[in-house]
């Protein structure tokens, strides 16, 4: 018989590669979804009549389906990927952030061991470089001192230490992929390389006037989410529970993300000026169609992400550089091209 695993964060992008991952490795996937009023599982539509693929309701802020769902699925491995994920939302609902992405995790561990399953269920945090946050060293590796610098990296912070702590007192299999951002065709609209692929399209299309970015100095070590999947499930493989870092170890920045994306795009951009006065120019037409509003901006921001991902390679054998920075964009502005080809009507 198959392992069995159970995903929280089933619907979102991660969750969504990871059940296909897991399903091509013969496991049961059990996932675990929210009740809302529209339909908002698009990203696993297609795996909803799969053989092998399950879906529970369930919610990392209510304890009483997380023992039921466990009791009943019996997980030979748990990944806890559900979150309130976006870093500037956390400023306007840092109260439920931390419900989700802090207490949340100890729901899951506390609800494991009333299962009696402390011993047979490893477990996965989706932990990540927001912990990192006003950085005290670059690269970042796993001796890298923490500064979380949002609501959401704090509560990050408890579920990577609660997950240690478990780890330690009860002997439980249970570790840490500090992550780097990992985009993908499937990343949410409000994440900023998603939010300039999607934009990128339809300026080519003649279906937006304008992109409206914060912070363009930012920088990130993005990677595919595809790639990073299969990371989570080497990390329980291991002999010894561990925490990792999971990155590609090349840093870009926001600006740079947006040159190439206008330019798969079709597009060649320039940026001028400074500041909330900096804006990007469609070089063929003159035309401004970036520009800097400071609604996007955070009160804290983490600039300067840069990951290490040497244990993971040498531990684990993990390839962090399989899909280049490159490739990822073409993947992304390739499928948003044809995205927005089907759409109606112009976004202003
Ligand atoms: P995502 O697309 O935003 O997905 C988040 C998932 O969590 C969704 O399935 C969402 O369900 C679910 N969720 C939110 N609140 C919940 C709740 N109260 N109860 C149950 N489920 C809930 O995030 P992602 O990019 O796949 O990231 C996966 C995990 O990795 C997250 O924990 C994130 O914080 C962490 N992480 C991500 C990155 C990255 O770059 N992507 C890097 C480091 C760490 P709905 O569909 O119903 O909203
Ligand atoms: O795309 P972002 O919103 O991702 P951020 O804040 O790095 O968080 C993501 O990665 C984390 C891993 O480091 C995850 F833990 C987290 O769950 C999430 O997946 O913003 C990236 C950078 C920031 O510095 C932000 O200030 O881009 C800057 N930015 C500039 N303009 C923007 C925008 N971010 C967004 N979302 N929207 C903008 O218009």
New binding site residues.
Partial sequence: MGKVALITGVTGQDGSYLSEFLLDKGYDVHGIIRRSSVERRERIAHLERVKHFYMHYGDLTDSISLIKIIKEVQPDEIYNLA?Q????VSFEVPEYTSDVVATGVLRILEAVRICGLEKKCKIYQAS???LFGKVEEVPQNENTPFHPY?P??VA?QYGFWIIKEYREAYGMFCCSGI????ESERR?E????R?ITLAAARIAQGKQDKL?????S?L?DWGYAKDYVECMWMILQNDEPDDYVIATGEQHS?REFCVLAFRKAGIEIEFSGEGVNEKGIDKATGKIIVEV?PE???PT???N?YGDPSKARKKLGWNPTKTSFEELIDIMVSHDMKLVEKEVGTQL
């Avoid at 409000?190 to 390389?193: E, G, L, S």
């Avoid at 409206?212 to 363009?216: K, P, R």
């Fill in positions: 979150a994920s976006h870093v500037g990540t470089s927001e949002s959401y990296a990050k992550l780097f951002n990992h949410g409000d994440f900023v390389t939010k409206y970015l914060g912070n363009l930012s990130r926001v509003s996007f901006y955070r921001d983490v600039v992400l």
